[in-house]
């Protein structure tokens, strides 16, 4: 005789407390169909009352939201309709509408159709996956380009503007995974993680693990990377190479965790980054402060937070104007 | 409904009475089916309905596979992006909490792989409409595999446990944990590294049984 299954027992069962005789009975009860949406009531029932943390849902609901705007933005594939039931006036407006944005968006070129773009704000990381399960972080002010048919057939080309970490997933067939930088420079890898900085001032590969080929746009013969290696492209071209050590290699990845690290990195070149991921300018008008150097790991979210940051070691005083920030030297 | 013929009570509370015994509770019941007749007529409403009641528990759910509440909360957002770009809500034949939870399941699943870099089990296809992923020794696979995991770090020796976390659920830096803890930085990544390693050596031997051939089920 089978003894009843209860709430309680799944509720038992979920805290990981069921005896081995309790969870065959509850295996039994699974095994018919309609007692399956039970199993999720009962888990959504069992959650709410054991809520392992609380986490702020405006604010990720809010995120979601824009995220998908951005992406109708980028590439609008598909409207959905208000309602099934009648043809109504907002239904015939979307029809028009999507029809225009569709002429419009293929004249204005194919990259609105064919490809999905993943794009940062300033002072923003995203984090995800691609169809091949590679994981991206992206870090703030960039944005990455996927071709949304074919990605994954022969061949895995993505566009990169800005920074972002790649963990490559080696597909079963070898399929070359392949970084198109904004300077036209190349980075094919077969599975492998590695971090790649490319905006107008410069391009540099650093590889953490496997193995990478990077091709500059001067035509010269492919550098092969190994792990613990930096590369940068010079203005002409030319690739240089550098082995980083463990912490110069946690370095280029610092940006993950919000936090900016410099190495005798003068405050000018500081308030060029600054000015990279958040989208604020920093000027110093005092040559010497430009050139004093600084050397440290800082947490920042935003820019204010950084500068206070160092305002104290490195002497300086923070001056709000309209839209920048104004250094001046501590005296 | 005939609305012109009278209201039968004896038959409506026996209607409702079978209904709360089959399903166990009221409450949530009632919710889902709010939920899907807004997606009838404002389907934008319906979604942001449908995250704000889901999102905590759901949240909630996956911490207990990945112990980091960012990634948690990036798993269970990417859940109702996923979700929304299918267009599920059109098709979808079971509730949406049971569609909602087998992603966030699956999505937990492939971070897990990905992150102890287990190559024994295979890459789990998104949610479904099908319910292939919904085979009562699946979900129960799942229900054992949190508990796993749990089981594992409640056996951490307690520094190590206390490190890892700090960074996983407390999301703190590694030079955050090493201040906190006057130990050095170094000492933060060989309690952490230990950590993962102890994870993949548990996991690795527990297999995650595919259906092959999933997709001639789809």
């Not at chain 1, 949406?37 to 990720?60: C, G, H, I, K, V």
């Not at chain 1, 067939?173 to 900085?197: C, P, R, W």
């Not at chain 1, 500081?270 to 402060?289: M, R, S």
């Not at chain 2, 087998?102 to 870099?117: G, I, P």
């Amino acid at each position: 005789m089978r003894p009843e299954l209860t709430k309680h027992t799944v509720f038992t069962y979920f805290s990981g407390d069921a005896t081995t005789l309790q969870k065959q009975i509850i295996a039994d009860w699974l095994a018919e169909g309609r007692n399956v949406e039970t199993y999720f009531e009962w888990l959504e029932e069992w959650e709410r009352t054991q809520l392992q943390f609380q986490p702020n849902t405006s604010a990720a609901l809010l995120a979601v939201t824009e995220k998908l705007l951005r992406e109708e933005e980028s590439a609008p594939r598909r409207l959905t309709f208000p309602a099934k039931k009648a043809i109504t006036k907002t239904m015939v407006f979307w029809a028009a509408a999507s029809l225009f944005i569709a002429v419009f968006g293929s004249y204005l070129g194919r990259d609105f159709l064919m490809y999905r773009t993943y794009k940062t704000a300033f002072g923003e990381l995203n984090r995800f996956c691609l169809d091949d399960s590679s994981i991206v972080v992206l870090n703030a002010n960039s944005s990455l380009k996927v071709p949304r048919w074919g990605f994954g057939k022969s061949t895995r080309h993505v566009y990169l503007e800005g920074e972002a970490e790649f963990s490559i997933k080696h597909t079963t067939d070898h399929q070359h995974f392949k970084v198109h930088n904004a300077d036209n420079s190349l980075i094919t890898v077969l599975g492998t993680e590695f971090v790649v900085y490319t905006r107008p001032r410069q391009t540099n590969v650093v590889l953490n693990k496997g193995k990478v080929e990077l091709s500059s746009n001067a035509g010269e013969k492919p550098l092969t990377m190994l792990p613990g290696d930096r590369a940068t492209i010079e203005k002409n071209g030319k690739i240089k190479v550098e082995k980083l050590s463990e912490a110069q290699l946690v370095q280029h990845s610092a940006w993950k965790q919000h936090r900016f690290v410099f190495n005798d990195t003068p405050l000018r070149e500081v308030a060029a980054k600054i000015h990279e991921v958040f989208g604020v300018v920093v000027k110093i008008n005092d040559k010497e402060l430009a050139t004093r150097t600084a050397t440290g790991s800082f947490p920042a979210e935003n820019a204010e937070e950084l500068l206070s940051n160092m305002s104290y070691m490195y002497s300086f005083e923070i001056m709000k104007a309209e839209n920048k920030i104004i250094l001046i030297p501590n005296p | 409904m005939n609305l012109t013929e009278p209201l039968r009570e004896g038959s409506l509370m026996q209607a409702n009475s079978e209904n709360s015994q089959e399903t166990g509770s009221d409450l949530p019941v009632d919710k889902e089916f709010f939920i899907k007749s807004v997606f009838q007529t404002d389907v934008k409403k319906g979604y942001d309905l449908l995250f704000r009641h889901y999102y905590t528990p759901l949240c909630s759910h996956a911490v207990r596979y990945v112990y980091s509440k960012e990634v948690a909360e990036d798993i269970v957002s990417e859940a109702f992006l996923s979700f929304w770009k299918k267009a599920v809500h059109e098709h979808i034949t079971t509730s949406f909490r049971a569609y909602l939870f087998v992603s966030v399941r699956n999505k937990c699943f492939n971070y897990l792989k990905w992150e102890l870099r287990n190559e024994v089990a295979e890459e789990l296809e998104d949610a479904t409409l099908a319910s292939v992923h919904m085979q009562p020794d699946r979900l129960m696979e799942f229900d054992e595999l949190y508990m796993k995991i749990e089981r594992i770090i409640a056996g951490f020796p307690p520094q190590n446990q206390k490190v890892f976390m700090m960074s996983r659920f407390g999301g703190k830096s590694y030079q955050e944990i090493a201040d906190k803890l006057q130990i050095s930085k170094k000492a933060v990544e060989a309690h952490i590294s230990k950590a993962l390693v102890e994870l993949r050596k548990a996991l690795k031997s527990y297999h995650l049984v595919i259906i092959a051939g999933l997709s001639e089920f789809i």
